[in-house]
């Protein structure tokens, strides 16, 4: 029983977004463009936004695992893993 429960726990933490850190990420976005106020909140709404659906959806391990590479080499971004997860997706549907 107890194999079990651990498989399924280290199932479910496989499958949940990786944590990236919301506010570091829209900050070095905003001073990329000088510092905007504007960018900055958006982003952080936009990233939000992305980490909940990315919570609520079941990803294949593989294209989990691509689109966070994807992610963590632009600084870790939940709107580009989703971006990459939804893209992924549907090319694997077209095949």
């Given at each position: ?19 990236y ?27 939000s936004?992305?980490?909940d659906?990315?919570?609520s ?23 580009i ?10 090319a694997?549907?077209?095949?």
């Amino acid at each position: 029983m107890l194999k079990k429960t651990l498989a399924i726990f280290i199932l479910l933490i496989s499958c949940s977004a990786h944590a990236y850190d919301i506010k570091a990420y829209c900050k070095s976005v905003s001073d990329a463009v000088d510092g905007s106020y504007v960018i900055e909140r958006e982003c952080r709404l936009q990233e939000s936004q992305a980490k909940d659906m990315l919570d609520s959806m079941v990803i294949p391990p593989r294209v989990r695992k691509y689109c966070n590479s994807i992610s963590v080499a632009v600084g870790g971004s939940y709107q580009i893993e989703a971006e990459c997860i939804n893209q992924e997706l549907q090319a694997k549907n077209d095949m």
